[in-house]
């Protein structure tokens, strides 16, 4: 209920955070698009992300891009999210914390369901979806269609998607097995950059004459566009093999496929590897927008990549307690290439797809491979000790790189041990308490970023004597982390409260430090130790039989101990910048979300409030030894109120299975900044979108 009731069309890091310790922005501003999720501060690269227990993070740039599976949330029935350091379901370990999707709706009995959407920005959804219910006792099919437009809140944000979710499962006396396949091609316009924080406010207008406002997109005056499919495939299979043992496994398939295309002005003619003579030789490493004014540049960054793995896990039940030993094994590839697309001002026979003049071409591989045991014991009626650890093994490879011939082969080999106890667990006061230890590599663009390399990147390894590089010792070391979780809960008839605490002490911790890359992603380096802790709390009571009212309050502080961060270029000379006992930044250190739900007969209303306290968005932008800070470095404290309200005509003649509902976000207009970063020309913000509606009518046949 609490996942239907949610605001439609959003993206799910949208409904995530209502969750405790959970903020969010979108690049589109009004949350369709590229929506990016924070756990307690921690980034999306390091929060392990599953859907079945099918890690969903980005082999190899750790990232989750909830855009290649918007709309999932028509097929999920649940969504499990575990806060700190700890393994997922199959072993893969995330820093901040864990989000398993669960998406396989297969239900008893059959229907039809055909949904229609419209709302400010121009935004559509067509959706149409069926359940074949139980046949013969064995089988279960389900389908779900959709078609999703959008402009988009800022400019040139618009999205255009379609999306299918197809699969069966069959029921044996001993087993279930679910085939199913989920996924869409999407075209959209890109909006990675953000926006001055004067333009918040009121438009400002740049040297050049150029009138910036809060939804003001420079990709616009570039055309920027992604165009990417990316289908899954699933075979998830569940086998009792005595009454005391069980084994679960999932295979999967996943092919992304697609482009970028964006302005590329910024870059060098060296970069484009331009011929002899298009600029003067000595304006060869300057961008051409001052090389050569009077060009223009669409440049398509293309990616082919798979990945596939099988994920096997036997559970154990006897009277010692219950024991599950789990794998995964996963082998993911990619290729990556680069190219002048269209230009003006530039020789025809390097442009387009008959040139085919590759600016950069090369390949990546990822190995994954884990072992996970974990074992839960009653040692005492209110006494449960869970003891987990897994090993887990990666592997970096870099091949077939053209015009550089870097070959990278780098790995890992971490032991992630955990200890917890619950008291009085199923009770109505219970409390548990857990420590852990986690460590995860960089991602490989920390160790070298083949994109960039015609920009001068090297791989960011330790160089020897000759010049060469040592690859066992990498410049960005991985992270490492104890994690100390405590709680309790108290349940009763009317109401429901908790509160949990947390230590998190880091050696080595992966921040964000530097420029960002051509996408608007920070680059990254080890911060040597900092320190995260806070409290969190969650309450729920039902006042009446029709009133609800919960809420959950986040409060923590996040510290570098000890960090040099080095700004500059290494050929002119870096300067060592000492950011110890600063914050972290991303880091609000109060977040907060409350509810307030009526509902009556086939009534319900909703009020919703999200909360976050100031947040600074570089290592430099606050000094707590004096208590200043600087606010053009820092995202101001926000609240943002939204509303649905629906009616239900089920068992009401003929409007029976019709239901319509109103959701109005930003109900108050506020100009409300969610998240920035200091991009090359200077700091950037990303703005939520001002108040907008969406409505649906949905009508299911039983």
């Known amino acids: 209920r609490d996942l239907e009731e949610l605001p439609a069309m959003k993206d799910l890091p949208v409904d995530l955070s209502t969750l405790p310790s959970i903020t969010y922005h979108t690049e589109n501003g009004n949350g369709i698009g590229y929506s990016t999720l924070r756990m307690r501060g921690f980034d999306q690269r390091r929060i392990a992300v599953s859907i079945n227990g099918i890690p969903q993070n980005d082999p190899e740039d750790f990232n989750v891009f909830w855009i290649n599976f918007f709309d999932i949330d028509g097929a999920v029935e649940d969504i499990q999210v575990q806060r700190g350091a700890g393994a997922s379901a199959y072993g893969s370990t995330g820093i901040g914390g864990a989000i398993n999707i669960v998406a396989r709706p297969y239900r008893p009995n059959p229907y039809a369901q055909v949904e229609v959407g419209a709302g400010s920005f121009a935004t559509r959804r067509l959706s149409a979806e069926a359940n074949t219910g139980l046949i013969n006792d064995r089988y ?56 001055p924080r004067a333009a918040n406010d009121s438009p400002v207008e740049t040297p050049d004459g150029t009138i910036i406002g809060r939804r003001f997109n420079a990709s616009g005056f570039t055309r920027d566009t992604e165009n990417f499919h990316q289908p899954h495939v699933e075979v998830h299979h569940e086998l009792r093999l005595t009454d005391r043992a069980k084994l679960d496994q999932s295979l999967f398939w996943v092919k992304g496929e697609g482009y970028f295309d964006f302005g590329a002005t910024f870059r060098s003619a060296n970069y484009l590897r331009l011929p002899a003579g298009v600029v003067p ?23 082919d ?43 025809t026979e390097i442009v387009g797809s008959d040139a085919d003049r590759r600016v950069y071409e090369f390949r990546g591989e990822k190995l994954i491979g884990s072992m996970r045991l ?3 014991a009653r040692l005492h009626p209110r006494l449960e000790v869970q003891a987990d650890a897994s090993l887990s093994y990666s592997r970096y490879r870099v091949y077939d790189e ?58 960011r390894f330790e160089q020897r004597g000759d010049g060469t590089f040592d690859l066992t010792r990498p410049l960005v070391k991985p992270e490492h982390l104890v994690d ?42 080890n911060a040597e130790r900092t320190r995260h ?63 307030i739900a009526y509902r009556l007969g086939g009534l319900s209303a909703i009020l919703r409030a999200r909360y976050a306290s100031r947040q600074f968005i570089d290592n430099s932008a606050a000094t707590p030894e004096d208590g200043t800070y600087d ?17 239900s005509f089920n068992e009401r003649g003929a409007l029976n299975g019709l239901s319509v509902t109103l959701d109005l976000n930003n109900m108050l207009n506020d100009k409300v900044l969610l998240y920035g970063n200091v991009g090359p020309i200077g700091p950037q913000f990303f703005p939520t979108a001002t108040r907008h509606m969406f409505a649906t009518v949905r009508y299911t046949m039983r």
């Open 402 to 459: 053209s015009f550089f011939n870097n070959e990278i082969k780098t790995a890992y080999l971490f032991a992630n041990p955990r200890l917890g106890v619950r008291w009085n667990p199923e009770r109505a006061l219970s409390a548990y308490a857990s420590i852990s230890y986690a460590s995860r590599e960089p991602r490989l663009k920390s160790l070298y970023d083949g994109e960039e390399a015609g920009a001068g990147f090297l791989p």
């Open 140 to 195: 279960v099919g389900f389908a779900r269609f959709s078609r999703l437009v959008s402009d988009g809140y800022r400019e040139w944000s618009w999205t255009r998607f379609w999306r299918f979710f197809v699969g069966v499962t069959r029921y044996g006396d001993r087993s279930t097995l679910t085939v199913q396949t989920y996924g869409g091609p999407q075209r959209d316009g890109l909006a990675f950059s953000g926006i």
């Open 281 to 303: 030789d000595n304006l060869r490493g300057l961008p051409l927008f001052i090389s050569l004014p009077d060009a223009a540049v669409t440049f398509r960054a293309y990616l």
């Open 484 to 525: 100390v979780e405590l709680g309790a809960t108290l349940r009763r008839r009317t109401f429901v409260l908790s509160l949990s605490g947390y230590w998190m002490e880091f050696f080595d911790e992966i921040v964000p430090s530097g420029s960002l890359d051509q996408f608007g992603v920070p680059r990254t380096g």
């Open 631 to 647: 606010s053009a470095l820092t995202v101001d404290a926000y609240l943002v109120l939204d509303g649905s309200i629906g009616f």
């Open 305 to 347: 990549q798979w990945q596939a793995g099988w994920l096997p896990r036997i559970s154990l039940q006897s009277r010692a307690g219950r024991t599950t030993i789990g794998a995964e094994m996963r082998l993911h590839r990619s290729l990556r290439w680069g190219r002048i697309e269209s230009a003006q001002g530039l020789p």
């Open 533 to 595: 802790f806070g409290l969190e709390s969650e309450i729920a009571t039902q006042l009446t039989s029709s009133l609800e009212i919960a809420g959950n309050l986040a409060i923590g502080r996040a510290r570098f101990v000890r960090f040099s961060e080095f700004v500059g270029a290494a050929q002119s000379g870096t300067t060592a910048l000492d950011r110890s006992h600063n914050p972290i930044p991303a880091f609000p250190e109060r977040s907060g979300h409350a509810r």
């Open 374 to 376: 974990s074992h839960a």
